[in-house]
């Protein structure tokens, strides 16, 4: 399949794979709720309005800085309830590329089986809304591929190297 259609096809699966979250308020994913309430905390403290009392945020650049970080950040812009199917339509297009990445870099013969990703975010973790999670995993089989082409090809790429690896480190769970 050539590059272009490659990321038509992603393109259009991520689409049609975040209908669902889009049609409903909020979607029924059991921790989703927390991560909404605890972005909204850290997007109220981040912006100098009186934050709940009931909450104590210890907000560090560890596990679920990328999903609560994004979420905070959309905020600036939408409301919770639209950065919150944003970031869920996020997932649905990054698994795809993440996985095409993999691979393309592996077995490139084997590349159009970056349609597969759809399915490892439909797992019980989704549903147990643990998002952070999975971006984690896109974003680690992209870094390990990225690791293996270095060492395999000699073709190192630094940059791309860094970026998986700390979007991975910030959104693991």
């Known amino acids: 399949m050539k590059q272009g259609h490659v990321f038509i096809l992603m393109a259009i699966l991520a689409l049609l794979s975040s209908i669902p979250a889009w049609i409903i308020p909020i979607a029924p994913l059991a921790d989703w709720p927390v991560h909404l309430a605890v972005s909204r905390e850290i997007y ?4 100098g309005q009186a934050a709940n009392s009931n909450y104590y945020l210890d907000f560090s650049f560890l596990g679920y800085s990328f999903l609560h970080g994004l979420l905070a950040i959309l905020q600036n812009f939408f409301t919770l309830e639209i950065s919150g199917k944003i970031t ?7 698994a795809p590329l993440c996985w095409w990445i993999f691979f393309k870099l592996l077995d490139p013969e084997k590349e159009n089986l970056f349609v597969l990703s759809f399915l490892a975010n439909y797992t019980w973790i989704f549903y ?15 870094w390990i591929a990225i690791a293996i082409d270095a060492i395999k090809n000699r073709k190192p790429r630094h940059a791309l190297f860094v970026l998986f690896g700390v979007l991975t480190y910030i959104s693991h769970a």
């Open 88 to 94: 869920l339509t996020l997932l649905f297009a990054i």
């Open 128 to 142: 147990g809304g643990m998002i952070a999670t999975i971006f984690s995993w896109h974003f680690g089989i992209a």
């Open 44 to 47: 109220l403290i981040a912006s």
